[in-house]
Nanobody, 129 residues
Framework: QVQLVESGGGLVQAGGSLRLSCAAS????????MGWFRQSPGKEREFVAT????????SFADSVKGRFTISRDSAKNTVYLQMNSLKPEDTAVYSC??????????????????????WGKGTLVTVSS
């Protein structure tokens, strides 16, 4: 019943910043752990970041740690991915995903794409050099 729509992608020069948004509609956004994943042509889908239902716990891939931040706004039913110091290798289609968090938060669990139940269609981020 959850629908996710990403926005905010575009073309940016290396070293620049973008903020992606994922707007959720449907049941109980506050009960869902959320994640961001990305995929480039010819490559496997890659974990980027995840956030617990409360927003108090987050996890990041080593490749983006220190540069990206994930957050959520319960009043707006939206999760964000703030991307700073962008590199050409960050170029990809970025998708948000959701799964109900029934108990405690496990970053390792929610970093696995096949554990997520709902997906947006993605937004393209292109970083030029």
């Amino acid at each position: 019943q959850v629908q996710l729509v990403e926005s905010g992608g575009g073309l940016v020069q290396a070293g620049g910043s973008l903020r992606l948004s994922c707007a959720a509609s449907g049941r109980s956004f506050s009960n869902y752990a959320m994640g961001w994943f990305r995929q480039s042509p010819g490559k496997e889908r890659e974990f980027v970041a995840t956030i617990s239902r409360s927003g108090r716990s987050t996890s990041f891939a080593d490749s983006v740690k220190g540069r990206f931040t994930i957050s959520r706004d319960s009043a707006k039913n939206t999760v964000y991915l703030q991307m700073n110091s962008l590199k050409p290798e960050d170029t990809a289609v970025y998708s948000c995903a959701a799964r109900a968090q029934q108990g405690y938060y496990s970053s390792s669990y929610y970093s696995q794409a096949n554990n997520m139940d709902y997906w947006g269609k993605g937004t393209l981020v292109t970083v030029s050099s």
